[in-house]
């Protein structure tokens, strides 16, 4: 299995949307940066802020796009094809609304599940096939509540028990990045 080249968070630019459970994504690739000891810089020709990770399992990129969530299949589009990335080697890292929070699943493919983001990548990448890193956030409990929950801060002890999950599936991205995507997955679904 390939390599993963690029690892795209999903979220909202801006102060006013950082807190919120829609921006799980970038609390994602925030915090990997970190850990790589890198920071993250703006790049407006794909519209995005991009940082590079050197891990044992290799290189990767990471990409904030900041054209807002329903937007960010033309800046993830516009990095992968300058980069000659194909769709196989992208982790896409994003809010679930079907997982509790505290629960992150691995995926690959699949289809939009009603997620905007995810919607908008699979029309400009033109592919489903990209890998998923799905971060549960919960569900409000009725499918009229969603825009309003996603956009608001969890709670204390959800934002806990996400940032815990987001911690488990940094511990198994070298593999993830070096290709061993079915080991990844094997450790990070049996410790939740």
């Known amino acids: 299995m390939p390599e993963i080249q690029l690892v795209v968070g999903l979220g909202n630019p801006g102060s006013e949307y ?4 829609h921006n799980a ?8 940066a970190r850990r790589c000891r890198q920071d ?3 790049e407006p020709r794909f519209s995005s802020e991009v940082a590079r990770c050197q891990l044992d399992g290799g290189e990767c990129r ?3 796009p900041l054209t807002f969530m ?11 094809r300058f980069f000659k990335i194909p769709v196989e080697q992208i982790l896409v890292v994003h809010d679930e609304l079907d997982l509790p929070p505290g629960t992150i699943r691995l995926k690959k493919g699949g289809g939009h ?10 029309s400009h990448l033109g592919s489903k096939d990209f890998h998923r890193l799905r971060v549960g956030i919960g569900h409000p409990g009725h499918r009229d509540q969603v825009v309003g929950y ?16 987001i911690y488990d599936a940094l511990d ?3 593999d993830v990045i070096a290709g061993q995507l079915d080991k990844a997955m094997n450790t990070l679904h049996t410790r939740q």
Do not use: C, Y
């Not at 950082?18 to 459970?21: D, G, L, Q, S």
């Not at 608001?152 to 999950?165: F, H, M, Q, T």
């Open 18 to 21: 950082e807190p919120t459970r």
């Open 25 to 32: 994504g970038f609390w994602f690739v925030d915090e990997f």
């Open 40 to 42: 993250f810089r703006a």
């Open 62 to 64: 990471l990409q904030k």
């Open 70 to 80: 329903n937007r960010s299949g033309q800046a993830v589009g516009a990095l992968m």
């Open 113 to 122: 599940g009603g997620h905007n983001g995810l919607r908008d990548l699979i």
């Open 150 to 165: 996603v956009l608001k801060k969890p709670s204390g002890e959800d934002r806990r028990l996400i940032e815990d999950a």
């Open 172 to 174: 198994v991205m070298p």
